[in-house]
């Protein structure tokens, strides 16, 4: 889930699986062009999120529109 705040966006990242998602990567794209968003100040990035866990991540940038990518070991890439 993304929400705009203020300063950029708030990302709710889920790991609904039954492994650990490794290294999960957060992007923010432009959702008409796919391209990535720079820059982008995130509180945290490369994040391990163990079965069932939550977590909340701000997304700072200067974008009035994004699309969240996901990426990482153990994670299908996504495009929120």
């Known amino acids: 889930r993304l929400e705009q705040t203020g300063t950029g966006f708030l990302a709710e990242i889920e790991n609904p699986g039954t492994a650990p998602a490794l290294m999960t990567e957060l992007r923010l794209k432009d959702p008409d062009t796919g391209k990535t ?44």
């Open 37 to 80: 968003i720079l820059p982008v100040f995130s509180e945290d990035n490369f994040l391990t999120l163990l079965p069932g866990e939550k977590r909340r991540v701000r997304l700072d940038c200067r974008a009035d529109k994004a699309a969240l990518w996901l990426k990482g070991f153990n994670v299908k890439e996504a495009v929120l």
